[in-house]
C-alpha cells in the first residue's frame, strides 16, 4: 500500500515553544490531508482538514490559531502547535487519502508529542 | 453528533480462540463504516469496510456485518494467532469513500498468547 511518513514520532517540548509536526505522502499526490488527535485511551478526534494551496478547515473546538497547518505542496501538510501547553500533550495522528478506483485513507504512524 | 463506541480493551486470548469486538455507531445519514488496525510501532491500516446495510467486509480472516437495525458492526475472526496482536478501531465516515473525513471508536488492544 501507499505510504505516509510522520516526522517526528516524539517531541517532549517546554511550555511556550512551539513544536512542527510534517506529514509527507511518500509516494503519491494529496490535495488533502487530516490531523487527529487522539487523547489517552479515548477515540482518534478530527482536527481539521489541510487543503493544498488553501486554508485548512478546522472542527468545531479546534483553535486556528493554536495549531497552525500548512499544506504547502502535493506530498507535505504540517501541524505546528504553537505556544505549547501540558494540556496540548497527545499523540498526533495524520492520514492522506489515495485517490483511486478504491480511495482509501493511509496513515501515519503517529506523534507522540510531551509538554513539559 | 456522529460517534462510534467499541468495547474496551485490553483483550488478551490464546492463540486459535475466537476473537469479537463490539461496535455501533451512530445512524446519522447512511454513513460507511470501516475497521482499522494499528500494529506496533505502524500507523493505522484499512482492514475492512462496509458501505450499506447487510454488507459484510472481510479481510485476513476477519469480518464484520453492517447491521442496520442494531446499528452495529461488531468485528470477529475464529481463531486468531499472535500476528493479530495490535490496536483496533472502528470508525464511520459520512459516504462511501474511506478517505473522507472519519469519526473512530476509541480502540481495543488485543493481545493474542502463544
Known amino acids: 500500500g501507499a505510504v505516509v511518513s510522520q516526522h517526528p514520532s516524539w517531541v517532549i517540548c517546554k511550555s511556550g515553544t512551539s513544536v512542527k509536526i510534517e506529514c509527507r505522502s511518500l509516494?503519491?499526490?494529496?490535495?488533502?490531508m487530516f490531523w487527529y488527535r487522539q487523547f489517552p485511551k479515548q477515540s482518534l478526534m478530527l482536527m481539521a482538514t489541510?487543503?493544498?494551496?488553501?486554508?485548512?478547515?478546522?472542527e468545531q473546538g479546534v483553535e486556528k490559531d493554536k495549531f497552525l497547518i500548512n499544506h504547502a505542496s502535493l506530498t507535505l501538510s504540517t501541524l505546528t502547535v504553537t505556544s505549547a501547553h501540558p494540556e496540548d500533550s497527545s499523540f498526533y495522528i495524520c492520514?492522506?487519502?489515495?485517490?483511486?478506483?478504491?480511495?482509501?485513507?493511509?496513515f501515519g504512524q503517529g506523534t507522540r508529542l510531551t509538554v513539559v | 453528533g456522529d460517534s462510534v463506541t467499541q468495547m474496551e480493551g485490553p483483550v488478551t486470548l490464546s492463540e486459535e480462540a475466537f476473537l469479537t469486538i463490539n461496535c455501533t455507531y451512530t445512524?446519522?445519514?447512511?454513513?460507511?463504516l470501516f475497521w482499522y488496525v494499528q500494529y506496533p510501532g505502524e500507523g493505522l491500516q484499512l482492514l475492512l469496510k462496509?458501505?450499506?446495510?447487510?454488507d459484510k467486509g472481510s479481510n485476513k480472516g476477519f469480518e464484520a456485518t453492517y447491521r442496520k437495525e442494531t446499528t452495529s458492526f461488531h468485528l470477529e475472526k475464529g481463531s486468531v494467532q499472535v500476528s493479530d496482536s495490535a490496536v483496533y478501531f472502528c470508525?464511520?465516515?459520512?459516504?462511501?469513500?474511506?478517505?473522507?473525513?472519519?469519526?473512530f471508536g476509541g480502540g481495543t488492544r488485543v493481545l493474542v498468547k502463544p
Open positions: 492520514s492522506a487519502p489515495k485517490t483511486g478506483m478504491n480511495t482509501e485513507a493511509f
Open positions: 509516494d503519491f499526490q494529496a490535495t488533502t
Open positions: 489541510s487543503n493544498e494551496g488553501s486554508k485548512a478547515t478546522y
Open positions: 445512524a446519522t445519514g447512511y454513513p460507511s
Open positions: 462496509a458501505t450499506k446495510a447487510d
Open positions: 470508525a464511520r465516515s459520512p459516504g462511501a469513500i474511506a478517505g473522507n473525513k472519519l469519526t
